[in-house]
C-alpha cells in the first residue's frame, strides 16, 4: 500500500506570512495532485504535477514535485484569510486512476 | 469541467437505519466514486461505480453495508445501510477530470446517533 504523509498536520499563522506544507512517500508517482477543501464542501483541485522538478505557480501558491517524484511541496506567500482550508495531496501511480491521499493539512489563516 | 450536485448535505440518522446518498453530475461519465472522510483521516475509497455492472467495492468495505446504484452516466447513489455510530463521517462522491484530478461533490455529512 503507498502511503503518503503530509505534514505538519496543523498549522495556524497570521495573515501574511509565508508556509510550506509538505507531502511525502516512499513510492514514485506518475503524477501528484494537490486539493483545497473548505468545511462544507467536497475538495477542490488545485494542480497536478507530472514531471519530476516540475514547478507550478498558482497566484501565490508555488507547488513543486521532487525529482525523484516521490515528494512534493505546496508553498504559499503571503497567506491571506481565504487560503484557510483543509490541503490534501494525492498521488497516482502506473496505470491506476484511483489516487492514494494523504491526511491532509488544516491550515488557518487569522486577520 | 464536471459539476455533482451531491444531497443531501447532512442528516443525523437513528442508528439501524438507511441513509441514501445521492450524486448527479452534468456530464456523462464512465466511472464514479464513492469516498468517506472520517476525522483526522485521508479520504478512503469506498467503491467504484461502472454503469451497467456492479460495482467494485475495496478491501472492508461489502455491498451489503454499502449498496451502489448506477442507473445512467450522470447519475450514482450510494446507501448506508443498518447504521451504526461508527458510520458517522463524510461521504463524498467524484469523478475523474484531466490532467489527472478529481472533482468532488460537495459531501454528506453523516451523523449517526
Known amino acids: 500500500t503507498q502511503l503518503l504523509e503530509q505534514s505538519p498536520q496543523f498549522l495556524s499563522i497570521q495573515e501574511g506570512e509565508n508556509l510550506t506544507v509538505y507531502c511525502n512517500s516512499s513510492s514514485v508517482f506518475s503524477s501528484l495532485q494537490w486539493y483545497r477543501q473548505e468545511p462544507g464542501e467536497g475538495p477542490v483541485l488545485l494542480v497536478t504535477?507530472?514531471?519530476?522538478?516540475e514547478v507550478k505557480k498558482l497566484k501565490r501558491l508555488t507547488f513543486q514535485f521532487g525529482d525523484a517524484r516521490k515528494d512534493s511541496s505546496l508553498h504559499i506567500t503571503a497567506a491571506q484569510p481565504g487560503d484557510t482550508g483543509l490541503y490534501l495531496c494525492?498521488?497516482?501511480?502506473?496505470?491506476?486512476?484511483?489516487?492514494?491521499f494523504g491526511r491532509g493539512t488544516s491550515l488557518i489563516v487569522h486577520p | 469541467s464536471a459539476v455533482i450536485s451531491q444531497k443531501p448535505s447532512r442528516d443525523i440518522c437513528q442508528r439501524g437505519t438507511s441513509l441514501t446518498i445521492q450524486c448527479q453530475v452534468d456530464s456523462q461519465v464512465t466511472m464514479m466514486f464513492w469516498y468517506r472522510q472520517q476525522p483526522g483521516q485521508s479520504l478512503t475509497l469506498i467503491a467504484t461505480a461502472n454503469q451497467g455492472s456492479e460495482a467494485t467495492y475495496e478491501s472492508g468495505f461489502v455491498i451489503d453495508k454499502f449498496p451502489i446504484s448506477r442507473p445512467n452516466l450522470t447519475f450514482s447513489t450510494l446507501t448506508v445501510s443498518n447504521m451504526s455510530p461508527e458510520d458517522s463521517s463524510i461521504y463524498l462522491c467524484s469523478v475523474t477530470v484531466p490532467p489527472p484530478g478529481y472533482t468532488f461533490g460537495s459531501g454528506t455529512r453523516l451523523t449517526v446517533v
Open positions: 504535477v507530472v514531471t519530476g522538478g
Open positions: 494525492a498521488g497516482s501511480s502506473g496505470g491506476s486512476y484511483i489516487p492514494t
